[in-house]
């Protein structure tokens, strides 16, 4: 197994079964009355460089529920390689805690923190990735089809970093991937031929689009995310004055599968790119999948800190 969880790339298609099999088996022994104190007496640092709800509050009390504790290091606190170097926070941290969690702007920072930290580092988002949120996607998928083969997964909107992971995930369980977004916004070039082999292998489609009613044809799930990402706030006129035609709204969800699924990331931005009544309406899984990443990222840190 690995030290660090950077990226669903990283891992091959059993391990990422098996973080799924872990996290569903967590949950069960959670909803049955509490989980093993397994990683008693372990700590996790969890570094932010950008605001979240979701994947602090999952991340701590995923840590709590191990037996564990979890350190919340604000954007103010340790000025990622601007107070102090990313190589010396790193060899400093591994003094004191088992683990890193870090949110961060740039991808490369928390390549480096791996880098140079001899103890595991999780991905908690970059500019690039979202690798714990796919993890949680996947097993809200595998939850409701009872199968990740076979599955049309198609994400409208941004090629942003929740989408890079969504597709490398679908890629290596054998679900179809399809993604349609304006030109301009695709997903990099490096990410999309990077997964093209893997994609192969497990037998998944890829389809690169532009038009999100060709695209939602026959999906089993539908999966949004915000036009504008953390970081690019600068641009947020320019994309609402493009995305509007990839909002998920009734009329699109209606053209798909009867049993589709509707997923987002969260936080959503109702009226862009997702309706109230898409949202909270019949198809709508994004609660169960926004509960999913406590289940999904405890069974990361199972899986990386047990025998740290
Ligand atoms: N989806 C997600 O990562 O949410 P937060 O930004 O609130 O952590
Ligand atoms: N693409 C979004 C995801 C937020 C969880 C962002 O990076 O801001």
């Given at each position: 197994m690995h030290n660090d969880f950077l990226d669903i790339i990283d891992y091959t298609p059993e391990e990422l079964q098996s973080l799924l099999d872990l996290a569903a088996a967590l949950k069960k022994e959670y909803q049955a009355g509490g989980n093993q104190p397994?990683?008693?007496g372990k700590v996790l640092a969890m570094i932010f460089q950008k605001p979240s709800l979701r994947t602090r509050v999952s991340f701590e009390v995923g840590m709590h529920h191990l037996g564990g504790d979890a350190l919340y290091l604000s954007p103010?606190?340790?000025?990622?390689?601007?107070?102090?170097?990313i190589a010396d926070i790193a060899r400093v941290l591994e003094g004191y805690v088992h683990g890193i969690m870090a949110r961060v702007f740039e991808h490369e920072h928390v390549l480096e923190l791996a880098k140079w930290a001899k103890i595991p580092v999780i991905n908690g988002l970059s500019d690039y990735s979202h690798p714990c949120q796919a993890l949680a996607d996947m097993l809200t998928i595998f939850e409701k089809f009872?199968?990740?083969?076979?599955l049309n997964v198609t994400y409208v909107g941004d090629g942003n970093n929740v989408a890079v992971s969504l597709m490398q995930i679908c890629a290596k369980l054998g679900s179809n991937f399809t993604i349609a977004n304006p030109v301009d916004?695709?997903?990099p070039a490096e990410a999309i031929e990077t997964v093209k082999p893997i994609a192969a292998a497990s037998g998944a489609k890829l389809s690169f689009l532009r038009d999100p009613h060709e695209a939602v044809r026959n999906a089993h799930v539908i999966y949004t995310d915000t036009w504008t990402s953390m970081g690019q706030e600068e641009e947020s006129a320019k994309r609402e004055a493009v995305f509007p035609p990839y909002q998920v709204n009734r009329q699109l969800v209606s053209?798909?599968?009867?049993d589709v699924i509707v997923l987002h990331c969260l936080p959503a931005h109702r009226g862009q790119e997702i309706t109230d009544e898409v949202a909270d309406g019949?198809?709508?899984a994004l609660f169960p999948e926004a509960h999913n990443r406590l289940h999904a990222q405890k069974a990361v840190l199972y899986t990386l800190l047990k025998d740290k």
């Open positions: 397994v990683l008693k103010n606190e340790i000025g990622l390689g601007k107070r102090e170097s009872g199968t990740t083969k076979g916004y695709d997903m053209e798909a599968r009867e019949p198809h709508s």
